[in-house]
């Protein structure tokens, strides 16, 4: 009975840990992080596991400790929505101390972790979890703007990769950290309008014009145009040592024209079910857009 119960019990811990660090989008940030490391060790930096697994370890630690933070800081707003009421904290399955305990663990674990990879990785791992905690979630119910704030932290990832395996923050790093940038508006503003009436109950603004209007659907498709330019302008050699042959290039505009047509979508139909399949879209490009970087590497 005992052995059932802290089966039990472990299992339920295990769940709120993942729970309170969103482990799918941790992992999937972390899969950012992972591509740009395998796009910037050459050989003047060659490739060294330690050095993977410490940014692997690191990145999670980042992630989990900004969303845990988050939800420490939302946890009454939490409350009020569908999607988020039966997290830990608003739950009331852990105490705000817990959570604020296990957010500042993780930081110092994942700030020293990217620190002994060098110095530059860790404070920009740094930054990101100030802009993500004390900027972007105090902003979201005060104005739209926050997304542009958010946008930030959630562009690090990619480049912090390239960071971690060279030293250096550069054109290169600089170029990835562009393209996520600017794939974070359709991705969010799509989430933003599927789920507009569950962000409404607490206040957040997630939308540019604040409703599911033509002018927000119109920004959609602005941004993943910029996007679809970012993507590409590593095949024109602007990008110093981080390039794509021209096949690569030939996917991936083909890739982002596929994007391009579900944010169309979402403008002539302007329907909760049009925005979340431009939201499940967009997570299956920006993945299919690392790999297509990564191969073209390893294949030229």
């Known amino acids: ?41 050459n050989s003047s930096h060659p490739f060294s ?14 992630v989990g400790a900004s969303n845990a933070f988050n939800q420490v800081i939302e946890k009454d707003l939490d409350a009020l929505m569908d999607r988020t009421k039966n997290r830990p904290v608003p739950a009331g399955r852990m105490s705000p101390n817990v959570a604020l305990f296990i957010a500042s663990l993780l930081t110092i674990i994942g700030l020293v972790l990217l620190y002994m990879i060098n110095p530059k990785t860790a404070m920009f791992g740094a930054i990101s979890i100030f802009l ?8 979201k119910t005060v104005t739209s703007l926050s997304v542009f704030v958010g946008a930030i932290p959630g562009a690090i990832p990619f480049m912090l990769g390239w960071v971690a395996a060279t030293g250096n923050f550069g054109i290169e790093a600089g170029t990835l950290f562009m393209i996520q940038f600017f794939w974070q508006f359709p991705h969010f503003w799509a989430i933003g309008w599927f789920l507009f009436e569950d962000y409404e109950k607490a206040g957040f603004f997630m939308l540019p014009t604040g409703k599911r209007d033509n002018k927000t659907a119109v920004q959609i498709i602005l941004y993943t145009l910029w996007l679809i330019v970012a993507s590409l302008l590593p095949c024109f050699g602007f990008t110093g040592q981080f390039f794509i042959s021209p096949i690569a290039a030939v996917l991936v505009f083909v890739l982002g024209l596929w994007m391009l047509v579900y944010a169309m979508k979402l403008y ?33």
């Open 268 to 300: 002539k139909q302007r329907t909760p079910k049009a925005a979340r399949t431009l939201m499940l879209v967009s997570v299956s490009y920006i993945t299919l857009l690392q790999i297509i970087y990564i191969t073209d590497k390893f294949l030229r």
């Open 132 to 139: 993500y905690t004390s900027v972007y979630t105090p902003l």
């Open 1 to 41: 009975m005992n052995t059932s119960t802290n089966t039990f019990s472990f299992k339920a811990i295990f769940q709120d840990f993942k729970e309170i660090t969103k482990a799918g989008l941790a992992v999937s940030v972390l899969f950012s992080s992972i591509a740009g490391y395998l796009l910037g060790f």
């Open 49 to 62: 596991w330690t050095t993977l697994i410490m940014l692997s370890v690191g990145g999670y630690c980042m």
